[in-house]
């Protein structure tokens, strides 16, 4: 538990996750293993973790300390990463809405305050739509909820293809102070500098982002790309075909492919 405690500390929370794991195994009732795992899911965006501690919280009692008290901002912060009772409706109807832009747009301009319909909407449609557009919605969750995570990275994002570079790296620094174990944020990085055609440098951040995370796709997929964009094609071809039976990461790698074809532009 102390190397838990020293993780959380130091906002390492890969880390303590991994070692609040095996806390529970062996005392699956420790009271501030559980607080402490709901610190460690939520900067780690691990949601599937996050609800499933939260849900076996339920009941119990706690006493108040300052595990507690940040478990307790953290929970009622949660609710921004699952859709709203009307958003849900939404995608009850159209349950694929890459086909429904315009209705989710509708939806978006309607809730400017819901961090998860923004943000979503953003994902899917961050090509399509006018970066300054988003990069205002973005903003306007920021601005009332400057560490809500999932808005940063798509503020990157939206930094990046706007060529805003000092802006996104700045925005990458904001995620590292909230989790200093956060692939994206490096991954992050490492795209920032393959788009200003830093290539050496980019595939540096990005081997720092795989041994951080070897399992996060996003990571592997930017070194891949660094790869490709210096021209290592037996590197970045061995990396792809290392990953082709990982599902978690073809998502990621499909669009390094798409990049290798033309069919995207990087930038």
Not at 96 to 108: I, T
Not at 147 to 163: F, P, S, T
Not at 186 to 211: H, M, N, T, W
Request: glycine share 2%; charged share 25%.
């Amino acid at each position: 538990m102390r190397r838990a405690d020293n993780a959380i500390a130091e906002k390492k929370y890969l880390t303590a996750e991994k070692e609040l794991r095996k806390v529970l195994v062996d005392a699956p009732e420790m009271k501030n293993a559980k607080l402490e795992m709901v610190i460690a899911a939520y900067y780690n965006l691990d949601i599937p973790t996050l609800a499933a501690t939260i849900k076996g919280m339920k009941d119990v009692s706690f006493e108040k300390n300052s595990n507690f008290n940040t478990a307790q901002d953290l929970i009622a912060e949660a609710d921004n990463f699952f859709p709203s009772d009307s958003l849900y409706m939404l995608l009850k109807k159209y349950p694929n809405p890459e086909n429904y832009q315009d209705q989710f747009r509708s939806y978006v301009v309607l809730h400017p305050d819901e961090p998860y319909a923004v943000t979503m909407y953003v994902n899917i449609f961050s090509e399509k739509e006018s970066p300054a557009w988003s990069d205002s919605m973005i903003h306007k969750i920021l601005d009332k909820n400057p560490a809500y995570m999932k808005g940063i990275m798509d503020a990157i994002l939206i930094a990046r293809m706007q060529h805003h570079y000092d802006s996104a790296l700045n925005y990458c620094r904001d995620l590292l102070a909230l989790n200093a174990e956060c692939s994206f944020a490096v991954a992050a990085q490492s795209r920032v500098y393959l788009a200003k055609g830093d290539f050496p440098e980019g595939i540096e951040l990005a081997k720092k982002a795989c041994a951080i995370d070897s399992t996060d796709g996003f990571s592997q997929a930017s070194l891949a790309l660094g790869y490709h964009l210096n021209h290592q094609t037996e590197e970045r071809d061995r990396l792809i075909a290392s990953k082709s039976s990982d599902s978690t990461m073809s998502y990621y790698m499909d669009y390094v492919k798409e990049v290798m074809s033309g069919k995207e532009k990087f930038n």
